[in-house]
Every structure is written in structure tokens, then in C-alpha cells.
């Protein structure tokens, strides 16, 4: 198959995948359950002790590797070396897959570099064509490791006849320093439109306690913002702050968060958690102001954590620094309260002011939840398809039928 040629069946190589956890889990289950098995199929690792789940029948197959090791689920990093002297084991499975099931281009996924530079490799060697698709910069994210990413970064970007990126603010950024021109976002999605919000049953004026929720891993996108928030409004007994995660407290204790001020809810399943988001006044979104990260990834990331809170009906209260997309993002469409200062002040006036500005609180949820269409699955789904020049399995069958 040559470039620019149309594209029969997509093998998507990705780390994250289910049964795994987290943002990017459910970016790519959400993104590729709009498509079908004669459009897509899944390869990801399998955690370990994890079971691979049973699939819908008509959508993708998924197929699994290992490579993955660590002790009851802590300290994987320690074992990246042996991960690594997998490669070429993971690069064949990659193209006894592709071979199998008589794919036709090689979509590589970056969070991951052991993933994606497996996948580039194995389209080189099947003579495929081969597109990325980051949800983070790579090099320019200075947690990553950077000797690495300078070999392995380059030969993503010449090999992609796509780059494909989570938000407008990393497709204006790749665009500026690289110059490239091939460059489409794919932001997150969701399935279907959940039923309308019962509207609370009293104003958030009146009530007595405020119940503010929060969810996430908690890791270097937004941890120092999720502690600057708590810190504001510890010893505020209007305020009470419920946490779901399936991080520990023993864990969240050690990145730095003050667990005294929390409620751990433990984890939610994501398919529960729109409807478990209204049962509080307020969601809260935070985003790193500094980390390990860098400045580059802290301006470009779009937190997952955003779409769930545009489709729950509450209002949304937003710390993210000044020049993040995120912040452009909130202002552009007025989905929520922006406090874009490291002020512990502000923060409480912010939320004082959801409570008692019940027309601005109007407000800001209706335009959430008017924004949030624009990450409707079938609408994103489409843009890939139009792009990549996929079949849509049922227009063709369609198209053939009537010719």
C-alpha cells in the first residue's frame, strides 16, 4: 500500500487499552468503539495479573502483549530495562497481528514511547504506512527520558504521514516549532449524551454545606494545583471535598496532598461517573501551574478530566495557569470559573462566587453543557475516518449494494 492510498483496516498499537486504568484508557476505548472490526483492530498490554475483557461482538478485536512488570502494581520503572530487551518480541507480535488480520496501516500511541516506536518499526518493516497519534509532547516534556526521545522522536515525526494530537493548543504548537503541516487534532470524546441534570433541590446560596468533587490520578499534571487548592480551603467548614481515585491515601500522602481535607471515594468506573458528578454543588478542575513536566506540556495537555465535568450539569470551578490551552479553553467558551493565579484568595472568592451568583452559575453550566457536543464520539470519529481515508465498513456494503 503507498501513501496517500485508502485505508481498509487500521491496527491501532497502544499501551493504554483495557483492562488498564486512566485518561488514556479511555481516550482510546471511547475514540475506536465508534468503529468497527472490519475498520480497527486493538493491540495493548495486558497489566499483568490483568484479564483481557470480553469485546462487543462487531467492534474491535483486541490483541495483547506483556511487557509490563512490577510489585503488586509499584515500581515498574525499576524494571524498564527488561522491558526494553522485549522490543523485538513486541515488533513481531505487531506484525503477526497486522498479518492476521490483513491490516493495511500502522497508527502508532503516544503516551508511550515503547508502543509507539514498536509500531513505526513494524510498519518499516511490513512496508506500511504509518501515522502517531500523541496525547502528550514527547521531547519537550522534560519528565520523559530525553536521550531517548532524541532518537526515537525524529524517526515518529519523518515516518508519520499523520501526526494526530489531543487539542488545538498542541496542533498550534507542533505546527510552530517543527513546521509541520500534516497535523489534525482528535480530542476526546463521549458516547452518547447523558439524560438532562435534575437541577439542585435548593440554591447553592442556602445550603449550609458546599460538596465539591474532584477525580484523577493525581499525578504531575495537576498535583501542585490540587495542593494549593486544598491548602485554600482547609479549615473552611462550608466546603467538603470528595476524591475519586484509584490512587491509595498512603500514595496521595506521599505526592504532597493534605488527605486530613479530602473524602476518598475510591475508583469509579468511568461509565458511572457523569451521573456520580451530580450528586455534588461543584466539580473542580486543576492543572499544573509547575512540575515535572516542563512549561511545554503544562501549556498544551488537555485534561480527560474536562469532558466528564462539561456533561454533568454542575458547575465547573477552574485553577490552571494563565497561558495553559486549558485556561484559553475555559475562557474562549466560559464553561466555568477560571482562578489562572496561585492564590489561595482567589480560589475562595471563586467558589464563593459560584455559590452566590446564581445567574452567572446558570450560565457558565449552560455553556458547559452547549461545548460539550463538540467532543461527541461519532462527530471525532468522522474526522479520522476523512483524514486517514478509512471505509466505513456499512457505506461500503451500502455503496456496493446500490451500484
Not at 520503572?77 to 488480520?101: D, H, K, M, Q, V
Request: aromatic share 12%; charged share 20%; net charge neutral.
Amino acid at each position: 500500500m503507498t501513501k496517500g492510498a485508502q485505508v481498509r483496516k487500521l491496527l491501532v498499537v497502544t499501551w493504554p487499552i483495557l483492562p488498564g486504568r486512566g485518561g488514556s484508557v479511555i481516550i482510546i476505548e471511547k475514540l475506536f468503539g465508534h468503529f468497527t472490526d472490519q475498520e480497527v483492530v486493538l493491540l495493548g498490554e495486558l497489566p499483568p495479573f490483568g484479564k483481557a475483557p470480553v469485546r462487543q461482538t462487531g467492534k474491535p478485536r483486541a490483541y495483547y502483549f506483556r511487557s509490563g512488570f512490577s510489585l503488586f502494581g509499584r515500581g515498574a520503572r525499576f524494571f524498564s530495562w527488561f522491558r526494553w530487551l522485549l522490543l523485538p518480541l513486541l515488533i513481531r507480535r505487531i506484525c503477526r497481528t497486522a498479518r492476521t488480520e490483513q491490516c493495511d496501516y500502522i497508527l502508532g500511541i503516544f503516551p508511550d514511547d515503547y508502543y509507539c516506536y514498536a509500531a513505526c518499526l513494524a510498519a518499516k518493516r511490513l512496508g506500511l504506512p504509518f501515522s502517531t497519534y500523541f496525547h502528550n509532547t514527547y521531547t519537550d516534556n522534560e519528565a520523559v527520558d530525553q536521550k531517548r526521545g532524541r532518537m526515537i522522536q525524529p524517526l515518529l515525526f519523518s515516518e508519520s504521514e499523520h501526526v494526530f494530537v489531543m487539542s488545538d493548543g498542541m496542533k498550534r504548537f507542533f505546527e510552530q516549532k517543527y513546521g509541520f503541516t500534516n497535523v489534525t487534532t482528535l480530542v476526546h470524546t463521549f458516547e452518547e449524551l447523558p439524560g438532562p441534570a435534575e437541577p439542585p433541590a435548593e440554591p447553592l446560596s442556602e445550603k449550609q454545606q458546599i460538596r465539591l468533587v474532584l477525580f484523577g490520578n493525581f499525578n504531575s499534571s495537576n498535583i501542585e494545583a490540587t495542593q494549593r487548592f486544598l491548602k485554600a480551603i482547609s479549615g473552611n467548614d462550608r466546603y467538603r471535598v470528595f476524591v475519586y481515585t484509584h490512587v491509595p491515601v498512603a500514595l496521595l500522602k506521599l505526592r504532597g496532598i493534605d488527605t486530613s481535607v479530602i473524602t476518598h471515594m475510591g475508583y469509579i468506573d468511568d461509565a458511572d461517573l457523569v451521573e456520580e458528578l451530580r450528586k455534588y454543588d461543584i466539580c473542580v478542575l486543576t492543572h499544573g501551574f509547575t512540575g515535572a513536566y516542563g512549561a511545554i506540556e503544562y501549556r498544551t495537555i488537555f485534561p480527560t478530566r474536562t469532558i466528564p465535568m462539561l456533561l454533568s450539569g454542575r458547575p465547573i470551578f477552574v485553577h490552571s495557569p494563565p497561558d495553559s490551552f486549558l485556561s484559553e479553553f475555559v475562557r474562549e467558551h466560559n464553561i466555568g470559573l477560571l482562578v489562572d493565579t496561585a492564590s489561595t484568595e482567589r480560589i475562595v472568592e471563586g467558589l464563593d462566587r459560584i455559590v452566590t451568583d446564581a445567574s452567572y452559575t446558570a450560565e457558565i453550566v449552560e455553556a458547559a453543557g452547549r461545548t460539550s457536543l463538540n467532543y461527541f464520539g461519532p462527530n471525532v470519529a468522522a474526522v479520522m475516518r476523512q483524514t486517514m481515508r478509512m471505509t466505513n465498513a456499512l457505506e461500503s456494503k451500502e455503496g456496493t449494494a446500490t451500484a
